[in-house]
């Protein structure tokens, strides 16, 4: 069972990678006011907001998956405490900073009062540089 664990840690990881580096082009498309007759904007913003809360469920399960294989010695703490991991610490850490990025930016909208629209795009294209890289 433990190599299901691994490989599904790394699936699930290449996978949220994927669809995090759609989500920011697809909000990078939208923010730009980019559509077409087959894509409207609202349909682009849709597919968007799918594409994230999709993102953040396989996000979960690389997660999860990462913290119960025994091999890495994950904890939940390495998972939001950049840099503190036994295991890789450098590129735990990178991932770690991400994930805290990628809470704060979740949680930025309603604290700022601000809508989605009126936030600039930039803050996001660092996360996902991060997210790249880790």
């Known amino acids: ?43 682009l913003h849709a597919v968007h907001r799918n594409l994230a809360l999709l993102t953040v469920a396989f996000l979960g399960v690389h997660l999860s998956t990462a913290i119960i294989d025994p091999y890495a010695g994950i904890t939940r703490l390495d998972t939001v405490l950049p840099f503190g991991a036994s295991y890789h610490p450098f590129w735990l850490g990178l991932g770690a900073t991400a994930l805290d990025l990628l809470i704060a930016g979740v949680f930025e909208n309603p604290i ?12 996001s294209i660092p996360r996902y540089s991060l997210r790249l890289v880790s």
Request: proline share 4%.
């Open 1 to 43: 069972m433990g190599q299901a664990h691994w490989y599904l840690s790394r699936g699930t990881g290449l996978v949220s990678l994927l669809l995090l580096t759609s989500t920011v082009v697809l909000g990078a498309l939208h923010s730009g006011r980019a559509s077409t007759g087959a894509w409207p904007r609202f349909a």
């Open 112 to 123: 700022s009062g601000c809508r989605w629209q009126e936030r600039s795009r930039t803050p």
